[in-house]
C-alpha cells in the first residue's frame, strides 16, 4: 500500500510537469469531436442521436496517447527498471501508474463534454450520472491501458502497437459507455442504464485485478 | 562469505551469446574490476549480477541467495549504477531523491537529501531539473541516488564516465568508503591502471568468455589498453 502511495505521488508530480501533454491531448480529443461534426454534416437530430459515441470515440483515440506518454518517462533513463531494483512492488507501481492514469481520463472525459454539448447540442440533466459513466469507463480504459503501454513502451512500432492491442480489448468498455452516455442524452424511459454501468463496473474490476498480477510478468526480463 | 558466485552463466541477445559460460566467485568485502573491450559482455554481466536481467543458463547467487528464486531479497542487498540513471528527467535532483527515499522507507526530507547532493558536489542545483544537467552532474545524482540504498554489494558499471577530475576523485572516495564499510563492489571499467591500483581482483572478459579471473595487480595488459586514465 505505501509503495501504491508513493508510486501514484510520484506519477501524479510526473503528469503535473508534463501538463503541456496534457492540454495538447485535451485538443486531440477536442479536435477529434470536431471532425466528427463535419464528417456527419448539419443534421443535428443525427449528431445528438451519435454524440456519446463521438465522446468515447474521441476520448479513446486521446487515451492511447496519454497512456504512452505516461510510459515515455520510464523509459528514457531506464527510470522503472530502478525503482524495480530498489526494489519497489510491482504491483504498486501498476496501481500508482493506473490511478494517475484514470485520474488524467477522468479529467480529459469530463473536459470533453462540454465541446460535446457545444457541437452535438447534447446536454443531459444527470450530470452525476454522466460522471459515473465517465468514471467507470475511463477506469476501465486505464487499467488495460496501462497494462499495454507497458507492455508496447519497450517495442520500437509502440505508437502502432499499443491502439493495435488496446482497441479490440476494450470493446465492451466503449459499447457499454457510448450506451450508457446515449441513454443520459437522448433519455432512458425503459431504465436501461444500470446494466450498462453494472457491466462497466465488472469489466473495471476484471481488468484492475488482472492487469496487477500480470504487470511484474510484463515488465521484469 | 562469498558475495558473488556465478557457474555457468550464459546470456544471449537474439544469435549473439553477450555472455557465455562464464564462472567466477567473489569474496565478502572485495573490490573488483571487470574489464575488456567494448561488447566484451561487462554491462550484461553486471545486468545479471543486479537481476535486471536473467541468466539464460547457470546459476548466480548473491550473498547466499539464488538470484532467479529469491530475487526480491538480493534486490534489497544490491545496488546497480548502470549506463543509463534511473532518473526521471523532468523531476528535480531533490525529487528525484525523495522518490527512492519513500520507496526505501528511508527519510525523505529535505535537509538529509541535501546532505546526500552535497556529498556529491550538486547541493546547489537541488531544485533544478534532471533534464538540464549535464551527463556528468546525473552521473553524480545518480551515484547519490544508488548511496541511498546502503547495498552489501554495489555495481559500478563505469563510474569515471562522464565525470571531471574531480568526479574522478569523488568516485575513488567512494569506492575507499565502501569498502571500510565492508561492501563488496563489482565495477566495470576501461580505466585499467586506475581499476588496478584500487581492486584486488580483476575479471577481463572477451567477446562474452571469461579470460582472466585473479588478482588485480598480476592482471595481464591488453593490447591498445587505454592508460591515460589519470590514475
Same mark, same amino acid.
Given at each position: ?105 477522468? #479529467? +480529459? $472525459?469530463? =473536459? ?6 457545444? %457541437? /452535438?447540442? @447534447?446536454? *443531459? ?9 465517465? #468514471? +467507470? $469507463?475511463? =477506469? ?6 496501462? %497494462? /499495454?503501454? @507497458?507492455? *508496447? ?10 491502439? +493495435? ?9 466503449? %459499447? ?46 | ?231
Amino acid at each position: 500500500m505505501n509503495h501504491l502511495l508513493v508510486a501514484l505521488r510520484k506519477d501524479l508530480l510526473l503528469q503535473w510537469r508534463g501538463r503541456a501533454q496534457v492540454i495538447a491531448t485535451f485538443a486531440f480529443g477536442a479536435a477529434a469531436l470536431l471532425l466528427f461534426s463535419f464528417a456527419v454534416g448539419p443534421d443535428s437530430a443525427a449528431l445528438r442521436e451519435h454524440a456519446g459515441g463521438f465522446l468515447w470515440l474521441g476520448l479513446l483515440l486521446a487515451s492511447t496517447l496519454s497512456l504512452a506518454e505516461s510510459f515515455e518517462r520510464e523509459m528514457e533513463e531506464r527510470a522503472l527498471e530502478g525503482l524495480l531494483l530498489l526494489p519497489a512492488s510491482p504491483r504498486g507501481l501498476y496501481y500508482g501508474k493506473a490511478i494517475a492514469n484514470w485520474a488524467n481520463l477522468a #479529467l +480529459l $472525459g469530463v =473536459a470533453l463534454v462540454p465541446i460535446m454539448v457545444v %457541437l /452535438y447540442d @447534447a446536454g *443531459t440533466p444527470r450530470l452525476f450520472s454522466l460522471l459515473l459513466v465517465i #468514471l +467507470l $469507463g475511463t =477506469a476501465g480504459l486505464s487499467a488495460p491501458g496501462t %497494462l /499495454y503501454a @507497458a507492455m *508496447t513502451s519497450q517495442t520500437r512500432a509502440r505508437q502502432t502497437l499499443l491502439p +493495435l492491442l488496446l482497441y479490440p480489448l476494450v470493446v465492451p468498455v466503449l %459499447l457499454a459507455a457510448v450506451k450508457a452516455t446515449s441513454l443520459l442524452i437522448l433519455g432512458d424511459p425503459m431504465g436501461q442504464l444500470r446494466p450498462w454501468l453494472v457491466l462497466l463496473g465488472a469489466f473495471d474490476l476484471i481488468h484492475w485485478s488482472i492487469g496487477a498480477l500480470l504487470f511484474a510478468r510484463v515488465v521484469e526480463d | 562469505m562469498t558475495a558473488v558466485t556465478a557457474e555457468g552463466v550464459c546470456r544471449r541477445y537474439g544469435q549473439r551469446w553477450a555472455l557465455a559460460d562464464v564462472s567466477f566467485e567473489v569474496p565478502e568485502g572485495a573490490l573488483v574490476m571487470v574489464t575488456g573491450r567494448n561488447g566484451s559482455g561487462k554491462s550484461t554481466l553486471l545486468r545479471v549480477l543486479a537481476t535486471a536481467i536473467r541468466a539464460d543458463r547457470g546459476s548466480v547467487h548473491i550473498l547466499g541467495l539464488e538470484a532467479r528464486l529469491e530475487r526480491q531479497s538480493v534486490r534489497q542487498k544490491i545496488a546497480l549504477l548502470g549506463h543509463r540513471t534511473h532518473l526521471y528527467e523532468p523531476l528535480t535532483a531533490l525529487e528525484n531523491l525523495m522518490v527512492a527515499a519513500r520507496f526505501l522507507g528511508r527519510d525523505a526530507r529535505r535537509q538529509p537529501l541535501l546532505a546526500r547532493l552535497e556529498e556529491v558536489g550538486l547541493s546547489d542545483r537541488g531544485d533544478d531539473p534532471v533534464q538540464t544537467f549535464s551527463a556528468g552532474m546525473r552521473q553524480r545524482l545518480a551515484l547519490a541516488s544508488v548511496l541511498q540504498q546502503e547495498p552489501r554489494l554495489m555495481l559500478l558499471d563505469e563510474p569515471y564516465g562522464h565525470l571531471d577530475p574531480s568526479g574522478f576523485q569523488l568516485v575513488d572516495g567512494l569506492l575507499q568508503r565502501l569498502r571500510r564499510q565492508g561492501s563488496t563492489v563489482v565495477m566495470a571499467t576501461h580505466l585499467l591502471a586506475r581499476g588496478q591500483k584500487i581492486c584486488d581482483q580483476a575479471l577481463v572478459l572477451e567477446a562474452g568468455r571469461l579470460a582472466y579471473s585473479g588478482s588485480a595487480a598480476q592482471m595481464p595488459q591488453p593490447a591498445g589498453a587505454d592508460e591515460a586514465d589519470g590514475a
